[in-house]
């Protein structure tokens, strides 16, 4: 298997090179013409070999040179070789020119787009005559002589052929590797966008409807409008930086929480309505790092949950940072109210539940016994040795 992948390797890349069939053609050219390969090529029929004369240069040219419009034209390139080799083994030249027969079969059988069958059936066909005079004017090939040739010269077709086989299996290989990254990004885009905007329009709905209740205290009313711009721009800026993920140019700082981190987050929700308690413990061990960024997300999910689900609840945060891993915890009880709030679709908590285990965590999101709801998560950071 080793030997056929590193065949096909290389084929692929002469495939791909321009030098190497006008090469071969040149060598071929010149080497017929030295003396020391005079009648040292191939011999079919047993035609008595003769000395070369303008015919030999003429089925040399075929043979050889035909070779250098094989890229291009590979069907027109086989006829040329092969009219130039029934001449070399008519007339018992029998040069170095006619290894350019097989390398002209295996280029066909690699480079023919159309007509394949038909090109492979004229070829066949046009052999048997060629083998007919040759037995005439020989001293006699026998029948198998003829076939075993013929095998060999459909042995480097069928090579061609399944180096072309080989080089569309790549292709199609890489095209799903490409089809399946392509996806992969748009899921993660999608749970980027999910965890974005439904934690802060959730947070901007919350607001607005608490402040319908405020025309009589414009003081409070102000606060309240105020947090549901700030909380607009805050969507604003994640989206921006979600959006640059699409950009091909974009930075290395695309996807990472909004400035604040989870404290920003717990004082968004706060101002929403939701009385928060906060704690955090220890320093992270990679600010910035993947498991800095699925806590963030972790705890913005947890905090979209409780504006919806159980707004006005108690809610705790806790956060614990050592040197090997985050540690989340978020807690809601039941005591708020669950009216007027929009629903959820339960992608967020599957989203994280991905994140979570593709970094080799733990996540459980769990209803407790009050009626509220539990969120624990474990998220490996820093040096796992």
């Known amino acids: 298997m080793t030997n056929c992948r590193r065949l096909q390797e290389l084929w692929r890349r002469l495939g791909t090179a321009a030098w190497y069939l006008p090469l071969l053609s040149l060598l071929l050219f010149a080497g017929s013409f030295l003396p020391a390969l005079h009648?040292?090529?191939?011999?079919?029929?047993?035609?008595?070999?003769?000395?070369?004369?303008?015919?030999?240069?003429?089925?040399?040219?075929?043979?050889?040179?035909?070779?250098?419009?094989?890229?291009r034209w590979p069907a027109a390139c086989l006829a040329l070789v092969s009219l130039g080799f029934a001449v070399d083994q008519l007339r018992g030249y029998h040069s170095f020119a006619g290894v350019a027969l097989p390398i002209a079969l295996l280029n066909a059988g690699f480079r023919l787009e159309r007509h394949r069958r038909a090109a492979a059936?004229?070829?066949?066909?046009?052999?048997?005559?060629?083998?007919?005079?040759?037995?005439?004017?020989?001293?006699?090939?026998?029948?198998?002589?003829?076939?075993?040739?013929?095998?060999?010269?459909?042995?480097?077709?069928?090579?061609?052929?399944?180096?072309?086989?080989?080089?569309?299996?790549?292709?199609?290989?890489?095209?799903?590797?490409?089809?399946?990254?392509?996806?992969?990004?748009?899921?993660?885009?999608?749970?980027?966008?999910?965890?974005?905007?439904?934690?802060?329009?959730?947070?901007?709905?919350?607001?607005?409807?608490?402040?319908?209740?405020?025309?009589?205290?414009?003081?409070?009313?102000?606060?309240?409008?105020?947090?549901?711009?700030?909380?607009?721009?805050?969507?604003?800026?994640?989206?921006?930086?979600?959006?640059?993920?699409?950009?091909?140019?974009?930075?290395?700082?695309?996807?990472?929480?909004?400035?604040?981190?989870?404290p920003a987050l717990v004082e968004q929700t706060r101002r929403a309505g939701q009385p928060v308690e906060f704690t955090e413990e220890g320093t992270p061990a990679e600010p910035g790092g993947?498991?800095?960024?699925?806590?963030?997300?972790?705890?913005?999910?947890?905090?979209?949950?409780?504006?919806?689900?159980?707004y006005g609840s108690r809610t705790s945060v806790r956060v614990r940072h050592d040197e090997k891993e985050i540690t989340v915890e978020v807690d809601t009880d039941g005591s708020g109210s669950r009216g007027g709030s929009p629903g959820g679709s339960g992608r967020g908590l599957v989203g994280l539940r991905e994140r979570v285990d593709v970094l080799g965590g733990d996540f459980r999101a769990e209803r407790r016994p009050d009626g509220g709801f539990a969120v624990r998560a474990r998220i490996p950071a820093g040096d796992p040795s």
Request: charged share 20%; net charge neutral; no cysteine.
């Open 39 to 71: 009648s040292q090529g191939t011999q079919l029929g047993g035609v008595p070999s003769r000395p070369f004369d303008e015919w030999a240069v003429v089925a040399v040219a075929l043979e050889s040179l035909a070779l250098f419009a094989g890229r």
């Open 290 to 310: 993947s498991a800095h960024l699925v806590a963030h997300r972790v705890v913005q999910e947890a905090l979209t949950n409780a504006l919806k689900h159980a």
């Open 121 to 262: 059936l004229l070829f066949s066909a046009a052999y048997v005559p060629l083998a007919v005079a040759l037995s005439v004017l020989g001293s006699g090939e026998s029948l198998s002589g003829f076939v075993t040739f013929y095998l060999a010269l459909v042995l480097m077709w069928g090579i061609g052929a399944w180096m072309r086989a080989a080089r569309a299996a790549e292709e199609e290989r890489r095209r799903r590797v490409a089809e399946d990254t392509r996806a992969a990004e748009r899921t993660r885009i999608a749970r980027e966008l999910h965890d974005v905007v439904t934690h802060h329009v959730t947070a901007m709905v919350v607001q607005a409807e608490a402040a319908r209740y405020l025309t009589a205290a414009p003081d409070r009313l102000d606060q309240a409008l105020a947090a549901v711009t700030d909380t607009g721009r805050r969507a604003i800026a994640d989206l921006r930086n979600l959006l640059d993920l699409l950009n091909p140019d974009h930075g290395t700082g695309g996807g990472m929480p909004s400035a604040g981190g989870i």
